[in-house]
């Protein structure tokens, strides 16, 4: 049973930086490049939506519109590690970030919730003056 554990929320600025962390643990499938991984947000009184994502062995990212040039997501497989680096924070930034991992997406990476099956429990970021 694969675990997701994100951490680097806080309250920044706007304009300001943040990196956001998700440590994984209990693979099934051999190790944390088998697995494509997307970032979610929530803010309050809205729906889930994809940040980014980064594909299974080098296969790519992709990023919202609003977060392109902004944002970036990266993987250290030695580590099991992803982060999301995020730069030049606006408020509307502001919301529950979650990573989740999906064993069936081969291929580029999607920003669609539904198609990852693991998730972890969420880190706040509050961008904020």
């Known amino acids: 049973q694969l675990q997701l554990v994100e951490s680097g929320g806080g309250l920044v600025q706007p304009g300001g930086s943040l990196r956001l962390s998700c440590a994984a643990f209990?693979?099934?499938?051999?190790?944390?490049?088998?697995?494509?991984i997307g970032w979610f947000r929530q803010a309050p009184g809205k729906e889930r939506e994809g940040v980014s994502c980064i594909s299974r062995r080098g296969g790519g990212t992709d990023y919202a519109d609003d977060v392109k040039g902004r944002f970036t997501i990266s993987r250290d497989n030695a580590k099991n590690t992803l982060h999301l680096q995020m730069s030049s924070l606006k408020p509307e930034d502001t919301a529950v970030y979650y990573c989740a991992a999906a064993t069936r997406l081969i291929g580029l990476c999607v920003l669609r919730g539904t198609s990852y099956n693991y998730w972890g429990q969420g880190t706040q970021v509050t961008v904020s003056s």
């Open positions: 209990g693979f099934s499938l051999d190790n944390l490049d088998n697995y494509a």
